[in-house]
């Protein structure tokens, strides 16, 4: 892997180490002159540990900067008329509610007693670092949160971005006019929820994964994102399922890496789910009711028309090339590409959350069903990308056969 | 791409969004800095590590507006013997209990009771 890359990567570390520490600290009571200094420590040990392998040098390309950086600032343009002020509904009654409680080492702990709409039981990786950063900063500011956004936000198209463009820079830059003409995708990076980083840390376990075969290594790192895929959202845990079911084979063989990467992030959420945050309501309010809800066709109906429209209205393009893409692969009697299948399985995961949600199902799809398409939505720009650029390879006929 | 190069457009990006969104919104109030405003004092009157009720006729989105500006020292719960009340200005109910604090502005009347004499 590159040095770009794995600068970005790396951001995604930090953002994980942070809130990990942060949280841990919290706990253990330790002032903000303690906590700093051991954060910034794992910060550079983390750093070093990363870049510690010789990496050739690259070559700057104007097109390249060029192209990356009009892009960039198209989506940081656009998100200035799309953002609002304190965020949308859940950043402020759910996500920057939790940051303002860690940000306080006297009453944090009131959060769980916030039962009502707050849900203190969502994992902690974005609240505890923006908490950080407050007390830093020595008090809770909006700045703060939105540039943490911002920042997550560009790095997803720019991962993909710096992936792609050694192999096919018309690809690289196709990829990157998807997040740019993606309203949906911006106006979520700023809402100042915490969907957008669980799709940075689920792309950032692809992304690794597909360096697992020529370096053994890769795998601590595709663990670590998976872990913090489970320490930024609840939903997360089910990514991490499905990926790891998928590679149940590698993961099995390279179990000790698969610890090595997984095991903080997964010790900090036992530590928090088993010692603070209540029960998760999907989780508790499941009863008789629900077997109910399975056998009721008029729900997977009705879940299944509000997603096309979400897809219809937000996602039209990723459509269209899915329904080609398997179409060329019904053509050619051929598989799709098993990271293609993994996130059709994902996709099926959520789908039967809301088969057994408790709540009012219109108003959960209202609320919901954009941002979970949205939570996966870079991950399928990554694979296609990847996958049309591995043909540009071959050759340009081989593209336009595809 | 060399990182360096990569790193700066990044931040720069970043850092010009934050500016734009600092200069877009530093001056704009919007309800949620109108409730903030008007909810100020109850800091004063309800000591920090303290619980109160939300009460009232205000819909479920300014009682959670209410909770965010309130954490992380007040924390609103249910029944408790101070409570927070919250009416629509063109809603002449008084809350129960001894009024501790009441305030208005252009869209609520805010009260802080007690049921305790204290």
Same mark, same amino acid.
């Given at each position: 892997m590159q040095s770009d890359s794995k600068h970005i990567l790396y951001m995604g570390l930090g953002i994980g180490c942070i809130s990990i520490l942060y949280f841990l600290s919290l706990i253990a009571g330790l002032p903000i002159f303690v906590i700093a200094p051991v954060i910034i420590t794992a910060l550079v040990f983390l750093y070093r540990w990363l870049n510690k392998e010789y990496q050739p040098p690259v070559q700057n390309s104007i097109w390249r900067m060029a192209i990356l950086a009009i892009g960039l600032v198209l989506i940081a343009d656009k998100a200035d008329g799309l953002v609002e002020k304190h965020g949308q509904w859940d950043a402020w009654a759910i996500w920057n509610l939790h940051a303002r409680y860690l940000a306080d080492p006297a009453y944090w702990q009131n959060m769980f007693q916030n039962t009502e709409h707050a849900h203190p039981d969502y994992p902690l990786a974005l609240p505890a670092t923006i908490a950080f950063f407050s007390r830093l900063a020595g008090g809770f500011h909006l700045l703060i949160p939105y540039t943490?956004?911002?920042?997550?936000?560009?790095?997803?198209?720019?991962?993909?971005?710096? $992936?792609?463009?050694?192999?096919?820079?018309?690809?690289?830059?196709?990829?990157?006019?998807? *997040?740019?003409?993606?309203?949906?995708?911006?106006?979520?990076?700023?809402?100042?929820?915490?969907?957008? @980083?669980?799709a940075f840390?689920?792309?950032?376990? *692809?992304?690794?994964?597909?360096?697992?075969? $020529?370096?053994?290594? @890769?795998?601590?790192?595709?663990s670590a994102f998976l872990g913090l895929c489970m320490w930024t959202k609840n939903e997360g845990i089910m990514l991490v399922l499905v990926f790891v079911l998928f590679n149940?084979?590698?993961? @099995?063989?390279?179990?000790?890496?698969?610890?090595?990467?997984?095991?903080?992030? *997964?010790?900090?959420?036992?530590?928090?789910?088993?010692?603070?945050?209540?029960?998760n309501d999907?989780?508790?309010?499941?009863?008789?009711?629900?077997?109910?809800?399975i056998t009721d066709w008029e729900r997977y109906q009705q879940i299944y028309r509000s997603w096309i429209d979400t897809i219809n209205e937000h996602y039209k393009t990723?459509?269209?090339?899915?329904?080609?893409?398997? *179409?060329?692969?019904?053509?050619?009697?051929?598989?799709?590409?098993?990271?293609?299948?993994?996130?059709?399985?994902?996709?099926?995961?959520?789908?039967?959350?809301?088969?057994?949600?408790?709540?009012?199902? $219109?108003?959960?799809?209202?609320?919901?069903?954009?941002?979970?398409?949205?939570?996966?939505?870079?991950?399928?720009?990554?694979?296609?990308?990847?996958?049309?650029?591995?043909?540009?390879?071959?050759?340009?006929?081989?593209?336009?056969?595809? | 791409?060399?990182?360096?190069?990569?790193?700066?457009?990044?931040?720069?990006?970043?850092?010009?969004?934050?500016?734009?969104?600092?200069?877009?919104?530093?001056?704009? %109030?919007?309800?949620?800095?109108?409730?903030?405003?008007?909810?100020?004092?109850?800091?004063?009157?309800?000591?920090?590590?303290?619980?109160?009720?939300?009460?009232?006729?205000?819909?479920?989105?300014?009682?959670? %507006?209410?909770r965010y500006i309130l954490s992380p020292g007040i924390v609103l719960s249910e029944n408790k013997d101070t409570a927070l009340y919250i009416y629509p200005l063109q809603d002449s109910t008084m809350p129960a209990g001894n009024i501790l604090w009441q305030h208005g502005d252009d869209r609520y009347n805010y009260y802080i009771t007690t049921a305790n004499a204290e």
């Amino acid at each position: 892997m590159q040095s770009d890359s794995k600068h970005i990567l790396y951001m995604g570390l930090g953002i994980g180490c942070i809130s990990i520490l942060y949280f841990l600290s919290l706990i253990a009571g330790l002032p903000i002159f303690v906590i700093a200094p051991v954060i910034i420590t794992a910060l550079v040990f983390l750093y070093r540990w990363l870049n510690k392998e010789y990496q050739p040098p690259v070559q700057n390309s104007i097109w390249r900067m060029a192209i990356l950086a009009i892009g960039l600032v198209l989506i940081a343009d656009k998100a200035d008329g799309l953002v609002e002020k304190h965020g949308q509904w859940d950043a402020w009654a759910i996500w920057n509610l939790h940051a303002r409680y860690l940000a306080d080492p006297a009453y944090w702990q009131n959060m769980f007693q916030n039962t009502e709409h707050a849900h203190p039981d969502y994992p902690l990786a974005l609240p505890a670092t923006i908490a950080f950063f407050s007390r830093l900063a020595g008090g809770f500011h909006l700045l703060i949160p939105y540039t943490l956004h911002v920042v997550v936000m560009l790095c997803v198209p720019v991962l993909i971005f710096t $992936e792609t463009y050694r192999k096919g820079l018309l690809v690289a830059s196709l990829a990157l006019l998807l *997040f740019v003409t993606n309203d949906m995708y911006i106006t979520q990076g700023v809402s100042q929820m915490a969907d957008t @980083m669980l799709a940075f840390f689920f792309l950032a376990a *692809f992304v690794c994964f597909d360096y697992a075969r $020529e370096n053994r290594q @890769m795998i601590i790192l595709s663990s670590a994102f998976l872990g913090l895929c489970m320490w930024t959202k609840n939903e997360g845990i089910m990514l991490v399922l499905v990926f790891v079911l998928f590679n149940a084979r590698i993961f @099995m063989l390279e179990w000790k890496r698969l610890l090595y990467g997984i095991g903080l992030p *997964f010790i900090a959420l036992l530590i928090f789910k088993m010692g603070y945050a209540p029960a998760n309501d999907l989780v508790t309010r499941q009863s008789a009711d629900t077997l109910d809800n399975i056998t009721d066709w008029e729900r997977y109906q009705q879940i299944y028309r509000s997603w096309i429209d979400t897809i219809n209205e937000h996602y039209k393009t990723l459509k269209y090339l899915v329904v080609l893409y398997l *179409f060329y692969c019904l053509l050619r009697r051929k598989l799709p590409d098993k990271r293609f299948l993994m996130i059709l399985a994902c996709l099926a995961g959520y789908f039967m959350i809301y088969i057994f949600s408790h709540q009012d199902l $219109e108003w959960h799809l209202f609320t919901s069903a954009h941002r979970l398409l949205h939570q996966l939505m870079p991950v399928i720009v990554y694979v296609f990308a990847n996958k049309f650029a591995n043909m540009g390879n071959k050759g340009a006929f081989q593209v336009v056969r595809m | 791409m060399k990182t360096p190069v990569l790193l700066t457009i990044l931040f720069f990006v970043a850092g010009v969004s934050t500016w734009s969104y600092h200069h877009k919104f530093s001056k704009v %109030q919007d309800d949620m800095d109108k409730l903030a405003a008007a909810l100020h004092p109850v800091k004063d009157v309800v000591p920090a590590g303290g619980t109160v009720s939300f009460a009232g006729n205000a819909d479920i989105t300014i009682s959670s %507006q209410s909770r965010y500006i309130l954490s992380p020292g007040i924390v609103l719960s249910e029944n408790k013997d101070t409570a927070l009340y919250i009416y629509p200005l063109q809603d002449s109910t008084m809350p129960a209990g001894n009024i501790l604090w009441q305030h208005g502005d252009d869209r609520y009347n805010y009260y802080i009771t007690t049921a305790n004499a204290e």
